[in-house]
């Protein structure tokens, strides 16, 4: 197992810039989820670690051993594609035994390591068959198996999850965390998906256009988010945000004020246009003496799923979601005015997106 | 409706009445002439209408390359012509088919050169039973003689000052012009009809007096290929590789002195090249004239049509005035005593040379023998100009080979056993058909008949076009073809070729022989085919390769070429002695090859020029088939750390198969059957061992006396084989779901 590090690696394609000296440290054993929208350019990090993409600039070294003009072949890493990308015309026998044909292993070897792989991911009684014959699960786990049976240095994931159904998905996410456990081995993951992500990493690294947004252990990013994206894309539904501005040491927004201490700050508050970041899950609608502080809204509807329910609402023109537990919505009805109380909240500048917290201005 | 029916058809029927009327007092006349020789025809046939302005003309120009077929479909048919002129070495055919009949009056013979009278006289045609010919009549004629073709010597005058009076004369000239880039003389070597002159004044001759069996192994024969020999290898003065265009170019350039030629070269002489035209030279060894062959061109009279009108305009279109006007309009050596009596024409040395040339000549033979003669002949020039047989090996060969060739008919068999097998079949077919049809079949055709009425159009198409020529292709195996006569023989053409008793295995005419030239050829053009085509596509696949789209294009070019002028250039190219590709060898300081002198070389030849034509269908195929590869396989082979080789082994190669492998197959079938390449590029050569299957057919065909029911069979066994080979590959295409995803 080893350790990869990305020394200010910058990608660009003719004069589009996909990655600008970007810098990252995985440490050996540890399984980092890489997050971030669309074309923010995970698959690219991924692609350069493997070797398939070479970058502009910037040095990729693992274990210690500058790789950077290493062919893919030779770095020991393996990879998993979102396409899966199994040889079609292989039995899933073959499939899993290529990496070890191509460096030439006696056969008894070979036989014997994909047994164990395919034991242990549960697909050993469908050696025979070929990838058509197999269903979206069992073709995963046969690009898994594939990437396991070589025992590399490090795995390298591309959304591996993204085309299956949410159940199935649910399950192997499982499977892939309990892999990395009895594997130890260093992992990259790509994901859209925030739950996987938030359940997968060590380390989470967010992205966006190519920068790292912020990274840190999941609960400490959900925490404390360090940007309003990374706010909104973390967590759903979504973080509400609403406008306040500071006023002699309480923030007031559209028929509320609270006090600076609701959101963890003492002083040193900027002026300008604030915005007051408030979790579904930390609003809760106010019984009467209640001590914490709360906004002021107007019921638009209430969405109810039976365990939960959603309570969207406006304070002043701003638009917010609650997420209720299924009692406390009970004799609630649409154009009422409620009292929403919240435990917890972030304030962020709305002209930086940053977050305000002790030390000022992020 | 059926009122209806009645009256058009009465209405069809009078129509045809009247046009039959119409037609009776019109004299329609055919001719295959062009350019001058139609002009000055032409001219005599409008000063025939301002004398006769009662007499209609119609006269119709017929391409030459369809003429003979059009006159015998037409005639019998009621819509040919009432005059034609065609030339005498025809007479045998039209004779038989009764075509034609003699000149209803006494010929004015003295009115025409003994020497073109003599091949239409009644009684002279050979190969002909008297009672078709009718009782040899002294002084009744096929025919009227117009003109006639024969072979001269053309001279370039800036070159030789006297022209030679015997062929050592005629060397001496000829070596003395020879040098690099020079000949003395030149003709088309690969004809029997140029060696001619030499063969008949040495003394020898093509056939019997009866016409009925060949006489081409002879002293005398011989005697002219050893001549044939002294030309071309001994004093070099005669470019052995030069066809008719070819001997043409050199002579308008001045890079040959002397051409042995016939009237129709005059229009290819450029202006402004200085000739003139002599008769040929005496043969030095024989101390005989060199004679040429000779046709004559005749006026003939269709069947049936010897009217008053039709003899008039006869006789005025043969008449001296007429034969004047051809003579001086369009340099027609014509047949007329007079017309070289008339100072005009006496000024015309040409003319004057041809009637004296006319005096040594040979008519050409008209016994239908002599068809199956042409082929072993050029066989045997060519040997003899390669030097590979000495010349009387090479007219023994030759006789032998037509000795092969005109085997009597296989016997007569009575038909009954296979009519009577044939219907069993038919009733057994109909009677599984009926007892294995779907249930409620009838009900549901009719119910269906909507459908069926769109499908009729097409299946009538399709039955005429495809289903019929097909049987009929089948059905003509069963016969044998004879001159004027047709029998059934059964399987006896299918026996003789699959038994190839009469010829060994390794004899170019051995069935089994061209099967094993075919499989060789087919084999060796789909692997360079593909081999080249993959390649090609693979150069071509990256997506970072600058200009691709250019390279496509460029390569694609080939296909795109009709292939028949692909040959004709790849032949040009592979000529031994002019083509570029010994230019370039021997620039390269290696020695020319004979490219069709040898099987190998020839073969090659062949394969590279179909190689040619044939890489661009596989590139595209293998182009596509590339593409459509996903990249991640190759992204996560490398990952796997697969190289190139894994990567093209493991990855490219299995994910190409299933477009790769129809594409073999079909190609496959294309090359087997191509006709063109092997037809136009090698002709067969050398001896017709670089011959395939469907050539070969042709040559029973065509070539070969008409053996149409031998090459019918021929061709029934061709679809045999590959019948059989679709079968076996059908089951390799056949789809294999599991490997697709
Ligand atoms: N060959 C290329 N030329 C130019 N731009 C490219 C090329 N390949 C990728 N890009 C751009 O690089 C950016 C990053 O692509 P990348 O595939 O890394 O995104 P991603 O984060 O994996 O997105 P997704 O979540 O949709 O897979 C995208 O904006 C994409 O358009
Ligand atoms: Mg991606």
Excluded at chain 1, 210 to 228: A, S, W
Excluded at chain 2, 137 to 164: E, H, I, N, Q
Excluded at chain 2, 542 to 562: H, M, N, Q, S, Y
Aim: aromatic share 8%; net charge neutral.
């Amino acid at each position: 197992m080893a350790g990869i590090e990305l020394d200010r690696i910058s990608k660009h394609y003719g004069d589009t810039v996909i990655l600008e000296e970007l810098s990252l440290a995985i440490n050996e054993g540890e399984l980092v989820v890489l997050v971030g929208p669309s074309g923010c350019g995970k698959t690219t990090i991924l692609r350069m670690i493997a070797g398939l993409l070479e970058p502009s600039r910037g040095r990729i070294r693992i274990d210690g051993r500058d790789v950077t003009e290493t062919l893919p072949g030779e770095r020991d890493i393996a990879m998993v594609f979102q396409s899966y990308a199994l040889y079609p015309h292989m039995t899933v026998f073959e499939n899993v035994a290529f990496p070890l044909r191509v460096r030439r292993l006696a056969p008894g070897e070979i036989s014997r390591r994909v047994n164990e792989v395919t034991k242990l991911l549960g697909i050993d009684h469908l050696l025979g068959r070929k990838p058509a014959a197999l269903s979206g699960g069992q073709r995963q786990r046969v690009a898994m198996g594939r990437a396991i049976v070589r025992e590399p240095k490090a795995f390298l994931f591309d959304e591996p999850l993204s085309n299956l159904d949410a159940a199935l998905r649910g399950r192997m996410r499982g499977e892939i965390a309990g892999l990395h456990r009895r594997l130890g081995a260093t992992m990259v993951y790509v994901t859209h998906d925030q739950h996987e992500a938030m359940t997968l990493a060590d380390r989470l690294v967010l992205l966006n256009k190519g920068k790292i947004e912020q990274m840190g252990r999941p609960l400490d990013v959900y925490r404390e988010p360090k940007t309003r994206f990374v706010a909104e894309f973390i967590g759903s539904p979504p973080m509400n945000f609403v406008p306040v501005e500071e006023r002699a040491g309480s923030l007031a927004g559209a028929g509320f004020a609270v006090p600076l201490s609701a959101v963890g700050v003492k002083s040193g508050v900027p002026g300008g246009r604030l915005l007051l970041g408030v979790r579904p899950e930390a609003l809760k609608v106010a019984t009467s003496g209640e001590a914490l502080p709360t906004l002021k809204a107007e019921i638009d509807w209430i969405e109810r799923t039976g365990s939960d329910g959603y309570l969207y609402a406006r304070v002043g023109p701003t638009s917010i979601v609650a997420r209720l537990s299924a009692a406390a919505g009970q004799g609630l009805s649409p154009g009422q005015r409620v009292d929403l109380s919240f435990s917890q909240a972030r304030l962020f500048d709305e002209v930086s997106g940053r977050a305000v917290d002790d030390a000022g201005v992020a | 409706m059926r009122r209806g029916l009645v009256i058009g058809g009465l209405a069809v029927a009078t129509l045809s009445c009247l046009s039959r009327l119409g037609q009776a007092a019109e004299v329609v006349l055919w001719h295959s002439y062009r350019a001058g020789e139609m002009e000055a025809l032409d001219r005599t046939v409008d000063r025939f209408r301002h004398e006769h302005p009662d007499t209609k003309v119609r006269v119709l120009a017929v391409p030459y390359g369809a003429y003979q077929q059009k006159l015998i479909s037409a005639i019998p048919a009621g819509h040919g012509p009432d005059l034609f002129i065609a030339a005498h070495d025809q007479l045998g055919d039209m004779i038989r088919r009764e075509l034609i009949e003699p000149v209803p009056a006494a010929l004015a013979s003295a009115q025409f050169l003994d020497e073109t009278l003599r091949p239409l006289a009644v009684g002279a045609v050979q190969g002909i039973a008297a009672g078709a010919a009718g009782p040899a009549t002294p002084g009744r004629s096929w025919g009227w003689p117009m003109a006639f073709k024969t072979l001269v010597l053309f001279y370039r005058t800036d070159l030789v000052a006297t022209p030679p009076a015997t062929t050592d004369g005629m060397i001496e000239i000829a070596h003395a012009l020879t040098r690099p880039g020079r000949f003395g003389l030149a003709y088309n070597l690969a004809e029997f009809y140029f060696h001619a002159p030499w063969y008949f004044g040495s003394g020898a001759e093509l056939l019997s007096a009866d016409g009925l069996s060949a006489r081409i192994e002879s002293e005398a024969a011989a005697a002219s290929g050893a001549f044939l020999r002294r030309l071309v290898l001994e004093e070099r003065v005669v470019p052995t590789d030069a066809n008719g265009a070819l001997v043409t170019e050199m002579f308008n350039r001045g890079q040959v002195a002397m051409v042995v030629n016939g009237p129709w070269f005059i229009s290819e002489i450029d202006r402004g090249v200085p000739w003139k035209i002599a008769t040929l030279p005496r043969m030095s060894a024989s101390d005989r004239p060199a004679r040429p062959l000779l046709t004559v061109e005749g006026l003939f009279v269709a069947k049936g049509r010897a009217t008053p009108e039709t003899v008039g305009l006869a006789e005025a279109l043969v008449s001296d005035s007429a034969a004047r006007i051809r003579a001086l309009e369009g340099g027609q050596p014509v047949a007329n005593r007079a017309a070289y009596d008339d100072p005009e024409v006496a000024a015309r040395s040409v003319l004057g040379t041809f009637r004296a040339q006319l005096e040594q000549t040979v008519p050409m033979p008209t016994a239908p023998l002599v068809a199956l003669l042409w082929e072993p002949l050029n066989e045997a020039l060519r040997q003899i100009s390669r030097g590979a047989l000495a010349p009387k090996v090479a007219f023994a060969a030759a006789a032998s080979r037509v000795r092969v060739l005109n085997q009597p008919l296989p016997e007569s068999e009575s038909a009954a056993p296979f009519v009577l097998g044939l219907l069993l079949l038919l009733c057994g077919a109909l009677a599984v058909a009926v007892w294995r049809r779907p249930p409620r079949f009838v009900a549901r055709l009719l119910a269906a008949r909507a459908a069926y009425a769109f499908l009729l159009p097409t299946a009538i198409g399709m039955t005429l076009l495809v289903a019929v020529p097909f049987l009929m292709g089948l059905g003509l195996g069963f016969f044998a073809f004879g001159p004027g006569e047709v029998r059934f023989v059964g399987f006896a053409n299918f026996v003789s070729i699959i038994t190839a008793a009469e010829y060994p295995v390794t004899h170019p005419l051995s069935f089994y022989f061209t099967l094993v030239v075919t499989v060789l050829w087919t084999v060796a053009n789909v692997l360079l085919h593909v081999g080249i085509g993959f390649a090609l596509a693979l150069l071509l696949s990256p997506a970072w390769l600058k200009g691709r789209g250019l390279f496509r294009v460029l390569l694609i070019l080939p296909w795109t070429i009709p292939n028949y002028i692909t040959a004709l250039v790849f032949k040009g190219l592979f000529n031994a002695q002019f083509g570029a590709v010994n230019a370039v060898l021997v620039a390269l300081g290696l020695s020319p090859v004979g490219w069709f002198d040898g099987f190998w070389p020839a073969f090659a030849a062949n394969v590279v020029t179909n190689v040619w034509l044939g890489f661009p269908f596989m590139m595209v195929t293998l182009l596509g088939a590339l593409q459509a590869i996903p990249q991640d396989l190759y992204d996560a082979a490398r990952v796997d750390g697969a190289g190139a080789w894994q990567r093209f082994v493991g990855v490219t190669l299995p994910q190409v198969g299933p477009a790769l492998l129809p594409a073999v197959i079909l190609g496959t079938i294309w090359t087997f059957n191509m006709f063109n390449i092997v037809f136009l590029v090698s002709e067969g050569q050398p001896e017709g061992s670089t011959d395939i299957l469907v050539t070969e057919a042709y040559r029973w065909a065509f070539v070969r006396n008409g053996r149409y029911g031998y090459a019918a069979a021929y061709s029934t066994i061709i679809f045999v084989i590959l019948v059989l080979y679709s079968l076996v590959t059908r089951r390799l295409v056949a789809p294999r779901s599991e490997a697709r995803v």
